[in-house]
């Protein structure tokens, strides 16, 4: 039960794992922009989190302590 994350250069794209649907995918994506949002005040930086659809889009142009965290995490 893996997240799909997608990088790009200032940001990301991250998808629920492919067992939760419905209800369960959108509170997912949901704690994820939560956790993002923490994670960027942690560092004193602003994140641009969009939940839409089946995915959470990450814009982190002008976060990038927050980023390089977050690709930590993939590891």
């Not at 989190?49 to 990038?64: F, R």
């Amino acid at each position: 039960m893996k997240p799909h994350i997608r990088y790009g250069k200032n940001g990301f794209q991250l998808y629920p794992p492919r067992s939760l649907r419905g209800e369960a995918a959108a509170a997912f994506l949901r704690f994820s922009a939560d956790y993002f949002r923490v994670l960027a005040r942690r560092y004193g930086e602003e994140a641009h989190l969009e939940v839409g659809g089946h995915q959470l889009v990450a814009d982190l142009s002008q976060a990038p302590l927050t980023l390089q965290a977050a690709r930590r995490l993939d590891r």
